[in-house]
Each structure stands twice: as C-alpha cells, then as structure tokens.
C-alpha cells in the first residue's frame, strides 16, 4: 500500500457527489494538501474494527464492504460504499476505536485525511459540515430502514428488498433491466439479509426460477423489477 499526496479533487468525476462539491478550486487545493491517497488490491483490508480512530477515509474509485462483528461472532455487512463515499464517518465525531472493519471488494482508490486536519477543515468551511450532517441523517434513515425490515419481513422480501437497492446504487439499466454490478458471494448477500447462505441461495434459486433475475458474469440482472418491488413491498 503506498501513501502519497495527490491534488485530483478538481478533476473527478464524482465530485459533485461528494461533502466537497461546493468548495471553489483554491479551497480544494487546501484540501488536497491535507489528504493522503491509498491503493489498495481487491480483498484487501482499509481499516479494522477496534482499531484507533485516527481520520477519515473518502473512497474515491472502487468499491468497499463495511462489516462488524456481532456478540455471536457473526459478521453483518452494513453497506456497500461507492465513489466518494465515506468510510463510516460518524466514528469521526463519536468513537476513539473502530466500530466496524472496511474492505476493499475490487482495486479501490481510498483518500485518508486526519482526524484533527479534518475537523479544523470543516470549522474553516462549514459547507463541507451542512453536507455531512445532510449524509448522516440519509445514512440514518437507510439504517432505521434496515432496523425494521430484519424485524418485521420475511428473507424473502429482505433479499427482494436488498437486490432492488444494490440495482439503484450500484448497477446500470440495460436492455433487460438493471444489471447490479458487484460481485457478491452468496455467504455476503446472507451477512446482508441477516440469514444464512443456504437460505439465500433457496430464494435466488426460486428468483430464477420464477425469472425475477438472471446470473450474468457473476452478476445479478434484474429481469423483472416490478415483481420483486411487490415481493420487496
């Protein structure tokens, strides 16, 4: 993994996107001189959980699994995070240590600003602070949302549920319907659902049987959306 100053900000893609979009290119460059840019391989581990919380982690390409542990043991996926996600950022404000782990699920691009950096940051720009505070209250939503779903559905309208919001964030409209574009293993898909693998597969194998998706290069195409939407409820 190696570590190196970079100012791309200005130039990237997803910039209107992020807690940064509103900065003019001299605040971005005031940034980009406080962050540090990480590459990291596929599987490979950003952070993880009980380690010291020392910054904040922006993921600028590639995508990244954010999983704790239960008291059991087990380990639950929380979320999937994209270009210009942030890398569970309320640790930032609540915790010395590390509530969850971070790993990288293809080549990913991570930024890492410290902690103290960060926070003197968004006293110095308090539109970066407005959009942060705009994301923890959507992150909080999603969560309340995942809170009443694992005790109130059934697995399979949370998997319905699960494959429609993986197509709306991670995936691309073709021809035959959204297409996710992840790579799940079918034990991850179950850290996701709050069940177990051979659970999942039972109902994808239904799924596709009922031709609700279609396997597509490791892949999962929707095929009929509005059914799954009336399963999901």
Do not use: W
């Amino acid at each position: 993994m190696a570590a190196l100053q970079d100012s791309v900000c200005k130039s990237c893609p997803h910039l209107g996107q992020s807690i940064f979009s509103e900065l003019q290119e001299d605040q971005l460059d005031g940034f980009c001189s406080l962050k540090y840019v990480h590459h990291y391989k596929r599987e490979q581990r950003i952070f993880y959980e009980g380690e010291p919380n020392l910054g904040l982690f922006i993921l600028c390409s590639g995508k990244v699994k954010i999983s704790r542990s239960s008291r059991f043991g087990k380990r639950q996926i929380l979320g999937l995070a994209g270009p210009c996600g942030l890398l569970e950022e309320k640790d930032l404000f609540l915790k010395d240590q590390r509530t969850v782990s971070a790993v990288a699920m293809e080549d990913s691009v991570v930024c890492f600003v410290k902690r103290e950096d960060f926070l003197a940051l968004m006293k110095r720009q308090p539109q970066i602070a407005f959009r942060l505070v705009e994301r923890l209250a959507v992150e909080l939503e999603e969560a309340e949302g995942r809170i009443a779903s694992l005790s109130a559905l059934d697995v399979r309208r949370r998997l319905a549920g699960l494959l429609l919001r993986l197509a709306h964030r991670h995936g691309t409209l073709t021809s035959d319907g959204p297409l996710i574009e992840i790579e799940l293993t079918r034990e991850e898909i179950a850290e996701m659902t709050g069940t177990t693998h051979e659970t999942v597969i039972r109902i994808l194998s239904g799924f596709k049987k009922e031709n609700l998706i279609r396997e597509f290069q490791k892949q999962i195409l929707l095929t009929n959306e509005e059914r799954l939407r009336r399963i999901a409820g």
